[in-house]
Antibody, heavy 116, light 110 residues
């Protein structure tokens, strides 16, 4: 069974940093592209970052470019999102998702709250 | 990249059909056959119901169908059921490994 489990969400002050993790199981992790998608409270979905299966190609939305970095460790079946210079409007539930058949599998999400 | 345009809400009675539109540009919806649709219940993660414009994942009822014409994609739910009441989001590939979502549509079963 495919499973994606996010962790690392927390309350952080503006300007702070946080690293999110997504642990995958039930499939050959290195064979799949992965993305991060976020959802602010009461708002819609926003794609924020993409990484290829090998990790060689990464792309990010303009809203997070230069502040957030996606990475992966295929030996650990893990995806990461390093979030720096956090702003109040980064407050959201962050989901990792597997690309394939659309975004065919999603984690349950982890809440990041940026507030002083 | 601007969000795709969806109606904020649609409604229908049980058994009726509803359609949700998703309008983009030639740089996203119109340029690629990579439109997907997601169903989301409150407090839950999204779930794909249609991918690649009209493909339905296994386990998704055939009441759900997708199509595209020009820069507009559509999701149709035929034979509406109470369990279909949820938020629905369209998503399109927008080149250079970027994805763009619609603003979401709330489907209400009357």
């Amino acid at each position: 069974e495919v499973q994606l489990v996010e962790s690392g969400g927390d309350l952080v002050q503006p300007g702070g940093s946080l690293r999110l993790s997504c642990t995958a199981s039930g499939f050959s992790f290195s064979n799949y592209e992965m993305v991060w998608v976020r959802q602010a409270p009461g708002k819609g979905l926003e794609w924020i970052s993409y990484i290829s299966g090998s990790g060689d190609s990464i792309y990010s939305a303009d809203s997070v470019k230069g502040r957030f970095t996606i990475s992966r460790d295929n030996a650990k079946n893990s995806l990461y999102l390093q979030m720096n210079s956090l702003r109040v409007d980064d407050t959201a539930v962050y989901y990792c998702a597997r690309n394939g058949g659309g975004l065919g599998y999603w984690g349950q999400g982890t809440l990041v709250t940026v507030s002083s | 990249q601007s969000a795709l345009t969806q109606p904020r809400s649609v409604s229908g009675s049980p058994g009726q059909s509803v359609a949700i539109s998703c309008t983009g540009t030639s740089s996203d919806v119109g340029g690629y056959n990579y439109v997907s649709w997601y169903q989301q219940y409150p407090g839950k993660a999204p779930k794909v119901v249609i991918y690649d414009v009209s493909e339905r994942p296994s386990g998704v009822p055939d009441r759900f169908s997708g199509s595209k014409s020009g820069n507009t994609a559509s999701l149709t739910i035929a034979g509406l059921q109470a369990e279909d009441e949820a938020d629905y989001y369209c998503c399109s590939y927008a080149g250079r490994f970027k994805l763009v979502f619609g603003g979401g549509t709330k489907v209400t079963v009357l």
